[in-house]
């Protein structure tokens, strides 16, 4: 089993910055890759980026060159800056299991408002 905390959600003005983090615990041999997902009012889940065990990364077209995504050890990072009006979103932690279901995190608010 794997679970997962998030944190480092809030309200932020344009063009300004925040760092998310999902602490993973329990059976961290089992996962294969670590992302974030968004979801905003009225739209689907899509995947903002996600990182793999050994490092790679992959990010969404809209935010390239402004999001990163990182782990240390049993935590995830996803710094986003430059953010924007239609940044605003849920933002979930997911973790991808070698063997079981899938894991999601439950949620942090960003709030892009001037």
């Known amino acids: 089993q794997v679970q997962v905390v998030e944190s480092g959600g809030g309200l932020v003005q344009p063009g300004g910055s925040l760092r998310l983090s999902c602490a993973a615990s329990?059976?961290?041999?089992?996962?294969?890759?670590m992302g974030w997902y968004r979801q905003a009012p009225g739209k689907q889940r899509e995947l903002v980026a996600d990182?793999?065990?050994?490092?790679s990364t992959n990010y969404a077209d809209s935010v390239k060159g402004r999001f990163t995504i990182s782990k240390d050890k049993n935590t995830m990072y996803l710094q986003m800056n430059s953010l924007k009006l239609e940044d605003t979103a849920v933002y979930y932690c997911?973790?991808?299991?070698?063997?079981?279901?899938?894991?999601w995190g439950q949620g942090t608010q960003v709030t892009v408002s001037s």
């Open positions: 329990g059976s961290l041999f089992n996962i294969y890759t």
């Open positions: 990182i793999s065990r050994g490092g």
């Open positions: 997911n973790v991808q299991l070698v063997i079981g279901p899938q894991v």
